[in-house]
């Protein structure tokens, strides 16, 4: 080989040789002993920021292992956590749930109207009482009759329990004398009775009586049995009544009377007006010849009731 091309490829080599070391350092490797190390050893050897990032694993590394510092919630899976009270678990309180007022109503109903369901509770059955009477009632008042050509005036006294009562009246009338002149005849009818109610209520009242009655007349005295009824009834919610009374006495004379009318109830107080009807009959037992009265017209009366 000439010299001159062995001095080219010689320096070539030196420029080869020396050109390596600065190529190595771009690449971040240091030109020192521990850089001629195998390259396995090198390779298992951590940089130092790998170092630091080792201290901190990686929040899926934490999956069933405990950790240090601050825990990932992902941490908590696969390990018990310590109970503190700020972070217990809240329990949901058992409620019961009880039925309305009204479903306990209604099954006590049911279950008194539908054979052998038990109910809650037995139905409680209200009874209502029926209306009963006043225990005792008195009445008394007064009353004028215009008979025709004789004047009346009556008193009357009753008192009535819920079946039983007694009833006493009496009459005074004054007619004038038959023969013409200016003479009056005075008349006087008693009655007393026991009565019972057929019917009564806050509405009215029907009574059947009996007793005696007794006429007095100038010149005889009669006493025979007499038999009486008598009912009254209120008018709808007025208070106005509607009542009426027929008294008869068969023997030893004959006696017939009768009224009817209307009362106005203001309070205890009675106000009371209608018609009456009275037919006497002495059988002839005076002189031997029937001797007749007939007398009708209107009566008005004020009376008490307590």
Known sequence: MPASKAVLCAALAVSVLLGTSPAQARFGKRA???????????????????????????????????????????????????????????????????????????????????????????????????EDTVPLLVRMGVQGDLLGDAGAMGLFMAMDGRRLGLDARITGMSLPAMDGSDATDRI??????????????????????????SAHAPDILFVGPSFAASVEACIGPSPVDLEA????????????????????????????????????????????????????????GLGLTF
Request: hydrophobic share 35%.
């Open 32 to 130: 020192t002993s521990s850089s001629s190390s195998s390259p396995r050893s090198t390779s298992r050897q951590a940089s130092p920021s790998q170092e630091s990032r080792g201290a901190r694993a990686h929040p899926a590394s934490a999956i069933g292992q405990p950790r240090e510092g601050r825990t990932h919630p992902a941490s908590a899976i696969g390990r018990e956590r310590t109970p503190r009270s700020d972070d217990a678990p809240r329990r949901r309180a058992m409620r019961v749930r009880r039925p309305p007022p009204g479903a306990i109503v209604t099954g006590a109903v049911i279950g008194a109207t539908r054979p052998g369901f038990a109910a809650a509770r037995p139905a409680q059955r209200v009874v209502r009482e029926p």
């Open 188 to 213: 006087t009818l008693l009655s007393a009775h026991a009565s019972a109610a057929l019917w009564a209520g806050e509405r009215g009242r029907l009574r059947l009586e009996g007793g005696v009655a």
């Open 245 to 300: 009374r027929i008294q008869a006495v068969p023997f030893p004379h004959r006696q017939v009377d009768a009224q009817a009318g209307l009362a106005v109830h203001v309070g205890s107080l009675h106000l009371r007006g209608g018609w009456r009807a009275l037919y006497l009959n002495d059988a002839g037992h005076t002189t031997g010849e029937k001797q007749i009265e007939r007398l009708t017209g209107p009566y008005l």
